[in-house]
């Protein structure tokens, strides 16, 4: 009987009273759970085996594990503990002696979820594993024990997340006829100074407005890592119709279309005018007149010739880094205007991009599976 049934009512108090339900709550509910899981065990053993105390011999329709015997007595109950939402929970399994070899064994126990795999409830990974997807492992550990009074390991976790990410992989993905967006990030994992690349594609739409801002939809496709021959065969396998990415891999033949982002390319620009030994301020007006002629330009005409002006520029004064950078990206300067796609940068993706980082810098080296894993189930749980 729980105590809050004996507070007088001049002292009765609503947070009080809630309070002592949520940390009693394995009693209380527990009680109901326990009945239930006892009484169906009991209604099947009844129907295989008779009343309790039917003399008649009625062949089982199970059969014992050791010698397929079908003939039993009933042998009285198993403790087991379930972890759940609601704590830990002592549950009975009922058993049975074979009437031939002796086994004793429960016949229900699997079919009822408490086989001895099962012991966590699915419900409880499932809300620590999405927790996870946010915050280190320890963290959601503590937070769900601070909610749930109770938890599973990290190690279950990880192991959840595991399989959860393979079952994403083996599903079939396609971007038939639609514009794929493809960027990447560096996160620290594996064995390399700079880290591992993450490689995220999605593909995306304009939607509806909402309050004045115009809202996107968004598909997840994959998200990897691996070297450049391992992406561009994923990108390929999309038969998307379009391809928009940074830039930085050949992506030539992965579709009919494959557009440069408009925003990477100026900002990598400056990356090659200081290889060609500009310093900041001498950059800025190439950057500058590369922005107006990819941004706001009238035409695709003008848009050609406002880019090869910055060839020129570039050219003139020996800057070969950057003019042969602009040289090999002109073909994939103009095909979203040309061919009217919604988007001419790898915005839709970079928002998720930005998600990634937060959660893969936590300040330790990750397995580059262990990463993958995570993000792969992070990213595709906000999508669907």
């Keep these: 009987m729980l105590s809050y049934q004996k507070i007088s009512e001049s002292f009765f108090n609503v947070n009080d009273l809630s309070e002592e339900i949520h940390h009693n709550r394995d009693l209380i509910l527990g009680d109901i759970f326990r009945e239930a899981v006892l009484s169906h065990q009991e209604t099947l053993l009844n129907q ?14 199970f059969a014992c594990p050791v010698c397929n015997c079908r003939s039993f007595t009933r042998k009285g109950k198993r403790q087991r503990v379930y972890k759940c939402v609601f704590g830990k929970i002592t549950v009975f399994l009922l058993q049975v002696k074979c009437s031939s070899c002796g086994h ?10 408490l086989s001895y795999i099962d012991r966590i409830s ?9 927790l996870t997807c ?12 601070l909610c749930l009074d109770t938890a599973v390991s990290p190690v279950t976790v990880r192991k959840a997340v595991d399989r959860k990410a393979d079952q994403i992989r083996s599903r079939p993905v396609t971007a038939k006829d639609r514009v794929v967006y493809e960027d ?3 996160v620290k994992a594996g064995d390399k100074d700079r880290g591992e690349s993450i490689h995220l594609a999605i593909t995306a739409k304009p939607g509806y407005t909402l309050n004045g801002r115009p809202r996107m939809w968004k598909r997840f496709l994959f998200l990897k890592t691996g070297n450049a021959d391992v992406i561009k065969e994923s990108l390929k396998s999309l038969n998307a119709k379009a391809i928009v990415h940074d830039g930085d891999m050949d992506l030539t033949g992965c579709a009919p279309l494959i557009q440069r982002c408009l925003w990477h390319l100026p900002r990598q620009l400056k990356h090659f005018l200081w290889m060609d030994g500009l310093d900041f301020e001498a950059r800025k007006p190439y950057v500058k007149e590369l922005i107006e002629a990819l941004h706001h330009s009238s035409s695709v005409q003008t848009m050609k010739q406002g880019y090869n002006k910055v060839i020129g520029m570039l050219t003139g004064n020996n800057l070969d880094h950057s003019a042969v950078h602009l040289k090999n990206a002109f073909n994939e300067v103009t095909i979203v205007r040309q061919n009217k796609l919604p988007y001419p940068t790898t915005s839709p993706v970079e928002r998720e991009m930005r998600e990634i980082n937060r959660r893969a810098d936590v300040g330790v080296r990750w397995s580059v599976k262990g990463i993958e894993n995570l993000l792969l189930v992070k990213t595709y749980n906000k999508f669907t």
């Design 48 to 61: 295989d085996l008779g009343g309790r105390y039917q003399r008649k011999q009625i062949e089982a329709g």
């Design 104 to 113: 004793r064994f429960c016949p229900y126990k699997d079919s009822i979820g």
């Design 122 to 130: 699915q419900g409880l990974i499932a809300r620590q594993m999405d």
């Design 134 to 145: 946010h915050i280190p492992y320890a963290k959601a550990q503590n937070f769900i024990r």
């Design 184 to 186: 990447s990030t560096k």
